[in-house]
């Protein structure tokens, strides 16, 4: 027999789809071609399959081989097909039974020494498999407990070359994935820890609930950073479907954390102000990898000193912002990641970051608004709650921190007011407010009596207010009326919600 198949998995960004990696092997001079749109790792892919078949003790067939990767017209990247590469040949010579892996998707990188070694991306790879029927995969050790995570599919491992070829000849078997052990959870920053600030609390408590975006203005030491850091101890845990999204996300960027393979934290993601664009909403050679917008997708994106960021780097989040997803195209092909995110910003009033009075600050008004200024008007715009903190005075600092409200008890108000919200919008499909349209609130069903939202009505005749701002004012309110336990809004859940909208400053 001088063909074999092995079956592999390809990604396009998130997707994955199931390839038939086939090997040929003729009369002719000794050559490998490969054929099926393969990138240069692939390419490289004959080297290294060739020094693992011989360091695992198979000779080299002296022959001309083919593989073609099956469709052709979908590009193969990565190095996932260096074992099924190696098998497919050694079935193409006759010596290897394939039997054993009829219906079994095969996905590893080969080590020069015949190892196999952990690749990207796997969760989604097996997920595709899965759902065209496949229910068995073998993949790395480093991947197994990965790979195991996708309901009704059994998952083999394998250590090296020689394992799986002794497993395909009945010779030995091969490794059974580890039980997924619970991870203990470590601390999470509290909100105890947070001092004064009310208003402060108050937003962060509203954006969770109601997964708003959320901008804090103020000098340093104000507690900004506290207090997006303690944003994603209020949000819900993950559900498994989520859990599943997010973690195939990082399994791509290959940042999954070893012995954590599924996420079940909202993730939190807080690029420093160099980021470059593609490090923000993703990029790389060939096509674009996720970047911090999508690996911060069902939890936080916090950009601390908003303005030190390019204007380009924060423009790029005006899109995505609106959509939840980013689309990257590249020549080799166009992706689209989620990027279902709640953004926190965080500035200092100017340049030299001393309070607005303090005789020290030698900034003048055009100073601080040219500084201020770097952040769009029209990415401003899409924030839905944006707070001017002021400093701390002593009495703050000096509060006993257990008469403060911890994130526990603020979770639990904020799962609650999620849940009423979730079965309120049960029909869009929408998990908060956040995610409810603008004409869906200005619906008759949902629209709030005239002298309810007068006030609103006249910041948006005057121009004060966009027809955006208007919107996210509603959904604000509907977030403050669900966390007061009301059945709809009323004048002073809208008056909440604008001074939470401009900090007070109308």
Known sequence: MSYAMVLCAALEGVTGHVVRVEADLAAGLPAVVLSGLPDTALHEARERVRAAMVNSGEPWPQRRIAVNLDPADVRKRGSAFDLPIALSILGGTGTLPLAGLDDVLVLGELGLDGSVRPVRGVLPMVAAAARQGIAKAIVPVGNAAEAALVPGMRVLAADSLGRVIGFLRGRCALIEPPDALPQPAGPEPDLADVAGQEMGRLGLEVAAAGGHHLALFGPPGAGKTMLAQRLPSLLPRLDDAASLEVTALHSIAGVLAPGEPLLRRPPYQAPHHTASVPALVGGGSGLARPGALSLAHRGVLFLDEAPEFTRQALDTLRQPLEDGTVTLGRSRGVVV????????????????????????????????????????????????????????KAAHLFTDATARESSPVVARRVAAARDTAAVRWAELGARCNGEVPGTVLRQRRWRLPDDVTQELRRRLDTGVMSARGHDKVLRLAWTLSDLAGLDRPGKAEINTALTLRDGGKQ
């Not at 990027?339 to 910003?345: H, I, K, S």
């Not at 008004?365 to 200024?373: A, E, F, I, K």
């Open 337 to 392: 990641y989620p990027a279902q995110v709640q953004v926190v910003l965080a500035a200092n009033p100017c340049p030299c970051a001393r309070p607005t009075g303090d005789a020290a600050c030698a900034c003048t008004p055009q100073v601080r608004r040219r500084y201020l200024g770097r952040i769009s008007g029209p990415l401003l715009d899409r924030i839905d709650i944006q707070l001017e903190l002021p400093p701390l």
